[in-house]
Structures are given as C-alpha cells and as structure tokens.
C-alpha cells in the first residue's frame, strides 16, 4: 500500500497528522538559517527559501522536501535535534496509513456533501504536484448540485494549503472582473495585449510566476458556464478566458502552479487545441439515494464517535429522502436542498 506521506508528489495537508506536525516544527522551529540548514542539509538543488513567519517557512519547506521525495531525510536531521514532541510528530506520520475516504471537511457539518466519489478522486489527482490532469469540467443537468461542487474544491484547495478563487454569475460581469478577482492577491493584472486571446495568454503566465515565487498552487473555480434558454449566464469572454487557461497548461509553469475547475461547462465538443490535460465529471442527481446517505451517516458517525447500527442509518436516510421528494413535489423547489436541509436537521440531534 502507498504511504500517503512518503508515496505522495505533495504534502498531503488535508491529514490531521500532517498539520500537526508542521504546527510543532513551526512552535520550535522559528529561524530562517536554522530552517534553511535543514533544507539544504537534505539537498542542494531544492528552491531557495524565503523568509517569513515560521508557518509560512515551514509550509514551503514541506512541500519542497515532499515534492522532491526528501520527507524521510528532513525527518532523520530533525531525529539528530532530539525533541520529543517532534520526535512523537514524525513517529505518527510515519505509522500513517494510506486513506481514500474524502477528507475530514466532507463528514463535518460545514458543508453536508454526499456521495460525488469521482470528484474527490479527480480533486486528489489534480492536488498531486506533477499530476497530467490540471483542469476538471463538472457537467449535468439543472439542480443536480453542479454549483455545490465550489464548496468541496474551496475546502480541498485549503487542506492541501493553497489558496482558491470563485467565479460566478453573482461576483463577476465580465473577463475583467475576472481577471482582478483572480490577481487580487499579487496584484494587477498585465496591461492589455493587442487581442482578447494574447491578454489572457499573458495574464495566465503572469498568474504561475507569481505562484511559482509563492510556492503554492492557485485554484481556480468558475460556475455558470452554462446557457439558459440560448442566453449565456456569464459574459461569453469570461468562458474565452477559461479556454485560454486550458491552453496555456501547455506551459509546464501554468501546469505546475495553476488548477482550474469549470462548472456548468456546455455541453458537446470541447476545444480541438485543448490537450488531454483534462477530466471530466457528470453529476447525475438520482445518484444521491438512500443508500448514498446511510453511507454518509456512518462515515459522519464515525468521525464524531458516535454509535449508529447500519439498518438505523438506513431507516434514518430512507426517511430522509421520502421527506424531501414529498417537499420538492409540493413546493417546486431542488429535491437536493430539501435533502441537506433534512439530513442538517437530523445530524443536529444524533
């Protein structure tokens, strides 16, 4: 089996253990030079380190040293210290064990999110520093929860430790809108090029160099790419400026610091100069069943620690669903939002 420590292209943040250990080398560990010593003590040809707050040092030293492979050298310099708290830290990374169950978030009570297996396998690919897949399209019919995705890429993109950036119809008007939420971090965007296509070609780089400096990766969500009765929902060029980024992940710097997700993309062929940089996931609203939310319910009962036989659970989402199909045929509204608001209800007295 994988170790999802030392078997992983990235720091695997979204693990309890993970931020753990780098909350304890960031409490002890807080001067630059020794830091560094470390790093370069591991490897000559890992990237400079820039000096900051000891979180912020100690999360680019994680992810340099679990990109290159170099964890279990960093772990045996800092064995040589002998502290015991990180000593206790290491030894629990590495009795980790592999886990392909959604992270944490997920069976907490922020965010009610069921079932949707494929989309937390395609975001654990696109996490992955030097994965081939940077962009994923999430399509499917009206109220099938597409526009519920944001919540679960904005959380996984956190736990991984980058930072997330959402586009839609009720924050954005036009590609320029988009353009100075996506820079509003770094910057301005560049100055206008003499097309449409050359200034997002040129913002899409400008975009990786600042992340590449920052040593972190930048995801980007955009929904309502969709059409509605032949009227597009967002500015047509906000949609040339998602398809320009696909085509700039031929550029290893875009592919390497920059994910995209693109929700409600239209339906048909894609672009032809769009390489297999891509995946796609279809969300089909009758997949969340009764079933899907007993498998909810035990997951979110374990993780609380809390005792739920399997035939309660399935009695307790069966009840559920019939609730919310009797709602949504009485008052119009998404069968789904009935079902979180019932399954809210019932995780508040378990």
């Known amino acids: 089996m994988a170790h999802p420590f030392f078997d992983s292209a990235s720091y695997p943040w979204h693990r309890r253990e993970a931020r753990e250990l780098h909350e304890e080398l960031s409490r002890l560990f807080r001067d630059y030079d020794e ?7 591991c490897s000559q040809q890992l990237y400079e380190l820039v000096d900051g707050k000891p979180t912020i040092m100690w999360k680019n030293a994680l992810d340099m040293t679990a990109m290159a492979g170099l964890l279990p050298s960093l772990f045996a310099l800092l064995r040589n210290k002998q502290l015991p708290r990180v000593d206790a830290a290491i030894l629990i990374v590495e009795q980790a064990v592999g886990d392909d169950a959604p992270p944490e978030h997920f069976i907490r009570c922020e965010q009610i999110f069921v079932n949707r297996a494929p989309l937390h396998a395609a975001l654990r690919q696109l996490g992955q520093a030097t994965s081939p897949v940077q962009v994923l399209l999430v399509r499917g019919g009206e ?6 995705t944001r919540h679960v890429v904005q959380a996984h993109a956190q736990a991984l430790g980058h930072g997330c950036t959402y586009l839609g119809s009720g924050s954005i008007g036009t590609a320029d809108d988009a353009l100075r939420l996506i820079f509003r971090d ?30 972190t990766q930048r995801w980007i969500v955009v929904d309502d790419l969709g059409v509605r009765d032949g009227v597009s929902l967002l500015d047509p060029q906000v949609r040339e400026l998602c398809e320009q980024i696909v085509l700039q992940m031929q550029d290893p710097k875009v592919a390497r610091w920059i994910r995209l997700v693109l929700i409600d993309y239209p339906e048909g062929p894609l672009p032809t100069r769009w390489r297999k940089c891509w995946m796609e996931e279809q969300v089909v609203e009758s997949e969340i069943d009764d079933q899907a939310i007993a498998e909810f319910l035990l997951r979110w009962a374990r993780y609380n620690r809390k005792t739920l036989p399997d035939l309660q659970a399935g009695i307790l989402a069966a009840r559920v669903v019939i609730r919310a199909e009797a709602n949504a045929a009485n008052d119009g509204c998404a069968r789904l939002g009935h079902i979180h608001d019932g399954l809210s209800q019932l995780l508040a007295k378990l």
Do not use: M
């Open 143 to 148: 109220k099938s929860g597409k526009s519920w």
């Open 35 to 41: 830091i560094d010593l470390l790093l370069r003590s």
């Open 186 to 215: 770094v910057g301005e965007p560049p100055a206008r090029q003499t097309t449409e296509n050359a200034s997002f070609a040129a913002a899409c780089r400008a975009l990786a160099e600042h992340y590449e400096q920052r040593r």
